[in-house]
């Protein structure tokens, strides 16, 4: 009977620190719907980029999150060290074409870890840096 209770005790111990492991504080981890849960830091809204002055949308990432044009600065064990950027869920490009991604159609940006965004693109992503996955007003884009 005494190893059964130390037993229990030693799992609710371990689930209490679980648990205060995986939460965070309010508003540091977003639900983006069917890609996740991610942190703020991975995410640019619509309310993001209109609330700096930019021109264009890389001015606007470069102010905001340098760190989406960075990658994640692993080198690759195949191919090129690309960014690939998926504008409403298709391939179009590398970081180049966020110039012909007009700033206040953008709804939201996300930057998918090469890992992740091999899990939503496949294996032939070409994202061995990760990629910008962008959302617009436009889903015809």
């Not at 995986?22 to 980029?49: F, K, Q, V």
């Not at 960075?70 to 490009?93: C, F, M, Q, T």
């Not at 996300?110 to 990760?130: D, Q, T, V, W, Y």
Request: glycine share 8%.
């Amino acid at each position: 009977m005494r190893n059964t209770s130390q037993w229990i005790r030693s799992v609710v111990a371990s689930l209490s620190f679980l648990s205060a492991a995986c939460s965070g504080t309010p508003g540091e981890r977003i639900h983006n719907g069917d890609l996740g849960i991610y942190s703020s830091a991975d995410i640019l809204t619509a309310d993001d980029l209109a609330s700096i002055d930019a021109s264009t949308t890389p001015e606007a990432v470069m102010r905001l999150r340098p760190t989406f044009l960075r990658g994640s600065l692993r080198a690759p064990i195949i191919g090129a060290a690309e960014i690939a950027v998926y504008v409403n869920g298709k391939y179009d490009g590398d970081t180049g074409t966020l110039a012909m991604i007009p700033l206040r159609a953008i709804r939201q940006m996300l930057f998918m870890h090469p890992s992740e965004a091999r899990i939503k693109f496949g294996p032939l992503c070409r994202c061995a840096n990760g990629a910008i996955v962008v959302t617009t007003g436009d889903a015809t884009r």
